[in-house]
């Protein structure tokens, strides 16, 4: 996959019988794919950087050249790379990563073409004959470790359910998305008590209508559902919730709660960012 002149530093990836010499930074994701299945022709950690001699004869190149700083690319047969594709929206949140590389008018969109090849271009004795051959996935180089974390993921068969995506950075309106009754039931009755005053019906009640709700919830619901935690564990019923809103596709606490906050809330926002250090 990579020539011996590679602009790159390389690192030789072998996998079963297929070996090749990738460049270093794409390195783990070409592991990566071959563990997984994925064929692949040809690749580059940043396109710029490997085409920057073109401007020297074709001029006309620039300006393609400056746009593809910063951009990785992998080819693969056309089948695989459409695997490829759905495998990591699969195996991960509907969130801005997935719009970008899902649709063309997204900030950093991916770019990802199949264009038809003469195969007279490699014989020129052969009469024109056009056929699809490759599919070229370009991405941004700031996206290869959350396509790492969804391979990994999608390894493990530890995909995402299907989720409302908010599409607003394409000019769609925000999804507007239902509260389950059994939800609004529960969020009603407000912030769980606290144990050294709450009432046994009470207490009863609100974990006959927490166990009724099944997960995963929707964000919505799970904004809802964090204004009902209490100021201790309330019978181990706050673990319950935290749970039940951590099944959430997409609603995360990424910023640090402000002092004084509730500790459940703090809770959930550790675990988040202990989570995404330790993918």
């Known amino acids: 996959m990579a020539e011996s002149t590679n602009t790159h530093p390389v690192r030789t990836v072998r996998v079963g019988e297929r070996t090749a010499d990738i460049d270093e930074m794409l390195a783990p994701l070409v592991e990566a794919l071959w563990r997984n299945g994925f064929e692949t022709f040809t690749s580059c950690q940043d396109a710029g950087e490997s085409n920057a001699g073109w401007t020297d004869t074709l001029p006309h190149m620039d300006v393609y050249v400056q746009s593809r700083k910063g951009w990785a690319f992998i080819d693969f047969p056309i089948q695989d790379g459409l695997r490829f594709l759905s495998a990591i929206a699969q195996a991960g949140p509907r969130d801005a990563f997935y719009v970008r590389m899902t649709h063309w008018a997204a900030p950093h969109a991916w770019d990802v073409t199949v264009k038809p ?54 000019g769609r309106p925000r999804p507007v998305t239902a509260v389950r009754v059994e939800v609004r039931a529960f969020a009603d009755l407000g912030p769980l008590p606290a144990e050294e005053t709450a009432e046994q019906d009470d207490i009863e009640e609100r974990e006959r209508r927490l166990h009724q709700i099944a997960g995963p919830v929707t964000d919505d619901e799970a904004r809802l559902l964090i204004d009902c935690f209490g100021v201790d564990s309330c019978y181990g019923l706050s673990w319950t919730l935290l749970h039940l809103v951590e099944t959430a596709p997409t609603f995360r606490i990424d910023a640090k709660p402000p002092a004084g906050a509730n500790e459940w809330v703090v809770r959930l926002w550790l675990r988040n960012r202990n989570a995404v250090h330790e993918a």
């Open 117 to 170: 090849m003469d195969l007279a271009m490699f014989d020129e004795t052969l009469p024109s004959s056009f056929a699809l051959r490759l599919l070229q996935v370009c991405f941004p180089a700031s996206d290869l470790p959350e396509i790492l974390r969804r391979l990994d993921r999608y390894e493990a068969g530890e995909l995402v359910p299907p989720a409302p995506t908010d599409w607003t950075t394409v």
